[in-house]
């Protein structure tokens, strides 16, 4: 195989023009994040409008890079970015990853110096386009550690991209699954992914899914894997675990979507995935439609609930319903596309947020208003205890005068007999008006239940004050997080 013959899967795409080896792996990966905005756009302008709306696409939402720490993380952070025509300087930027920097410090440790810099120069070379070079080093490299599973790769990737050896480059990546497996089972798999595009290469496409479905065993969280191994199983049409492994996908990065829609090889089952694309929205859709109507009615409740406390603060900070909010996801929804209803479930639960707040704040003024509401109340009848104890007292000393001339009067003018049954009831009211006097200076009574004994009906103000206040505890009480679109 010749250079020429590198498959799609294998040439670099316009929108990563400029990534290339060199020694500067930060710089290299800045211009990665910087192009896959490209990548998208590109892309995204002529998918389905199942996945992204026109307006949409128009606003240009989804440009958007992929960022510094996710090229950081090589093809598992890249994930629907990455593409084999970077995959020489996305293995460069692997290498600079601590977990396998940490990996290969055990590996090395046994070695002697001329070993470890044997294997730095190999890396030096590569970094520096002198591939003669790098590949001599590297295969004395291979001698000195035949369980360096990198350097394996390394050669690989070599004989593979750079010399057009596929033959070559299955037997070392064969080598890099093996002794990778006991030591970084992601390692294995990226090494996996390139043996199965060998395959694939040479139409051994049974063999590239095995290749792929031994990758998804050992990192099913690789988004990648998932995505190759749908391709391959598109290729043989096995539908359901295509789908699968689509889905899978595309719940770790969105972005899959707009790649398979763009994917030759899903052809044999196009009409499948396109099925999958609608029940993802539709699934979405009937989610943010139900969590917005019982957001809006919720929200609905809870101002009518603050408006029955009656207080102008609280109507006036009440009027504020989140209106544009709403609109907003409104509008993406109407759009009826996955992309956007992803977006519009994205603001619904954003939103949740910003009504709890709105509700606390709520809650917390109320709760201040029903302690000034106590507060008057309670002056309202501090006043009333104040009155009847005057009153009570007043009695009292009627009382005592009473002790002392009320017999004298009543012998004068009814005899002795008589006289005697007017002191004892005298001296009774005494006792009574004495206790009251007790009960309400010594706080043992209820000062506004005291004022029965003289009145029928509690002042009009402490009715009014005390109404006010059952009124907020039924609106506090209204306020329920629990219906917040469970």
Known sequence: MSLGDLTPYQRQNAYYTG????????????????????MIKSQIASTSAIIASQDRIREGIDNISYGIEDV???????????EFGISEVVWQIEQNRQVLKDILDVLMSPLDTQAKELRRRAEEAY??????????????SEKKNKYDFSVFTSIGIIYLFQKGDREKAFEYFEKAIKYAKPKSKYHASFALLHAALIKHDLNFIEEAEKFTAEAVELSPDFAEALYQNAQYNAQLNNVQKSISNIEKAIKLDKNYCIKVDNDPMFAPIRNEVNNLFERLRDKELKWCNKATTALKKFMKNVNDAINQAGDNNINNYSEYNFKSEFQ?????LNRNSYFDILDARSKNI??????YQ????????????ITQIDNKIRVACDSMKENERKRARRN???AEWAIFLGPIILGVLLGINNALIGGIVIIVGLIVSGCMIDEIENGTG???TLFYYYSENIPTEVNHLSKKKNDINDAIKKRLFAILCG
């Open 127 to 140: 970094a520096n386009g002198w591939i003669e070079d790098a590949l001599e080093d590297f295969l004395e």
């Open 328 to 332: 907003e996801i409104d509008t993406l």
């Open 72 to 82: 950081k993380e090589g093809i598992y952070g890249l994930k629907a970015a990455f």
């Open 350 to 355: 954003s939103l949740q947020s910003k009504i």
């Open 446 to 448: 209820n000062s506004c």
């Open 19 to 38: 990534v290339k080896l060199g020694n500067d792996v930060k710089k290299q990966t800045e211009i990665i994040s910087n192009q896959t905005k490209e």
């Open 396 to 398: 009292q000393i009627y």
């Open 358 to 369: 709105y509700i606390k704040t709520g809650e917390k003024h109320l709760n201040n208003l």
